[in-house]
Nanobody, 119 residues
Framework: QVQPVESGGGSVQAGGSLRLSCTAP????????MDWYRQAAGKQREWVSS???????IYADSVEGRFTISKDKAKDTVYLQMNSLKPEDTAMYSC?????????????WGQGTQVTVSS
């Protein structure tokens, strides 16, 4: 397994910043892709961003230009830097590892970390 654990959530005022971390032992050695998702209360889960084994990144339109995903291979950790936060960014943020070498279609989800943005 490449089980991720998220951290870094919290409460911030609109316009502020937070950096989320997702650590998954084996993420680098197994060449996994990591996604960030979020789910606001009463809403469906929404994909936010992804970083591939080769470092390619993509973002949802709603966060493009405000959020940056990156990874530290030595720490098996993916970061989500969130700037210019808006109240509508309030959600539980979770990460998912998938596409790992020799693991077929297995996916591993973390427990999530809460982000609350006040106006």
């Amino acid at each position: 397994q490449v089980q991720p654990v998220e951290s870094g959530g919290g409460s911030v005022q609109a316009g502020g910043s937070l950096r989320l971390s997702c650590t998954a032992p084996g993420f680098t050695s197994h060449s996994c892709t990591m996604d960030w998702y979020r789910q606001a209360a009463g809403k469906q889960r929404e994909w936010v961003s992804s970083i591939s084994r080769n470092g390619g990144t993509i973002y949802a339109d709603s966060v493009e230009g405000r959020f940056t995903i990156s990874k530290d291979k030595a720490k098996d950790t993916v970061y989500l830097q969130m700037n210019s936060l808006k109240p509508e960014d309030t959600a539980m943020y979770s990460c998912k590892t998938w596409g790992c070498a020799d693991m077929g279609r297995s996916q591993y989800w973390g427990q999530g970390t809460q982000v609350t943005v006040s106006s």
